[in-house]
């Protein structure tokens, strides 16, 4: 297993301690892999939706692609009791 070594203001420190102090994660090094693991999942989904919007800006839906589940979803919400 990999050791990273950084350095937090005192004000970061103080949070994470919070965090441990109330049982929300066991430890300091704890919170840093969920934060890190929550960041970098953020990234990927941010990376896969910039790869969509690019997709469909390269081969944008035709008028006749789809028009139908457009109308169809319309009038599903139409239904609703709300």
């Known amino acids: 297993m990999a050791q990273l070594v950084t350095r937090i203001d005192d004000e970061l420190a103080a949070a994470v301690d919070e965090l441990v102090g109330a ?7 704890e919170a840093v892999r969920i934060g890190l693991r929550q960041f970098i999942d ?3 989904r941010a990376q896969i939706g910039a790869r969509i919007v690019e997709g469909y800006r390269a ?3 035709e008028g006749g692609d789809g028009g139908w589940s457009d109308e169809a979803t319309v009038a599903m919400i139409a ?3 709300w």
């Open 23 to 29: 049982g929300v994660v066991a430890n300091r090094s």
């Open 42 to 44: 953020e990234h990927r």
């Open 59 to 61: 081969s944008p839906q």
């Open 79 to 81: 239904d609703e009791p």
